[in-house]
């Protein structure tokens, strides 16, 4: 597995797995934590790009 620093292609997955990852919380508290936001804000994608790292293995992710 190589890291690389994550684009603005790659915001839904974070997304999806940041929501993933607090779930058992957003069901204990009838909301999801404050990492997670109920809507994605306009400035996420370009908060994210370039700053979180992601996991690829080499596999096609479709």
């Given at each position: ?19 993933a990852?607090y ?5 204990l ?14 400035d ?5 790009a370039?700053?979180a ?7 096609s992710?479709?």
């Open positions: 597995m190589t890291m690389r620093l994550a684009s603005p292609d790659d915001l839904k997955t974070i997304a999806t797995l940041t929501a990852a779930l058992l919380y957003t069901h508290f009838g909301a999801p934590p404050i990492p997670v936001p109920s809507t994605v804000p306009s996420f994608r370009e908060r994210v370039g700053r790292h992601i996991g690829q293995d080499g596999r992710s479709t």
